[in-house]
């Protein structure tokens, strides 16, 4: 008795049938999934080109820190890094409301960016808040 003995064909295919299937319930689950966050800012008054007398008040007693050619100057009277630390610390700036803390930086000519940043650190450990003056384009 002969057993007829012919080869199987297998299948080699891998079943595709389903993969647009599960693709498409992929992308409906990261749909799903996906969380958009919008960008969060914050709200600020620009300043307007008129000064009133309550704006030029409140800029005289915010302490300004101008740095010119290696100069320091803090409420326009040369002193020295060590003085400025000082007198800072002499402000108690970190009792203070955040309106009150302000202290504007100048920078004017050629500078170093060592004497720069040392005077935003000094300002940073008494409690400071660093306001930056900026000229606009153009003036």
């Known amino acids: 008795m002969g057993l007829d003995r012919r080869k199987k064909k297998r299948e080699t295919e891998v079943p595709t049938d389903s993969l647009s299937d599960v693709a498409f319930l992929l992308i ?18 620009l300043p307007s080109g008129e000064k009133t007398q309550a704006k030029t008040q409140q800029t005289e007693k915010t302490p300004t820190v101008a740095l010119n050619g290696g100069a320091i100057t803090l409420d326009d009277k040369g002193i020295t890094m060590d003085e400025l630390r000082e007198r800072l ?5 970190e009792t203070k409301s ?8 100048d920078a004017e000519g050629s500078i170093n960016y060592q004497q720069y940043f040392e005077v935003m650190a000094c300002i940073s450990s008494v409690g400071g808040v660093i306001g930056i003056l900026t000229e606009e384009e153009g003036k």
Do not use: D, M, P, Y
């Open 98 to 105: 955040n309106n009150e803390r302000v202290i504007l930086l």
């Open 28 to 45: 409906i689950f990261f749909i799903l999934t996906t969380s958009i966050q919008r960008l969060a800012g914050f709200k600020t008054e």
């Open 89 to 93: 610390a002499g402000l108690k700036l």
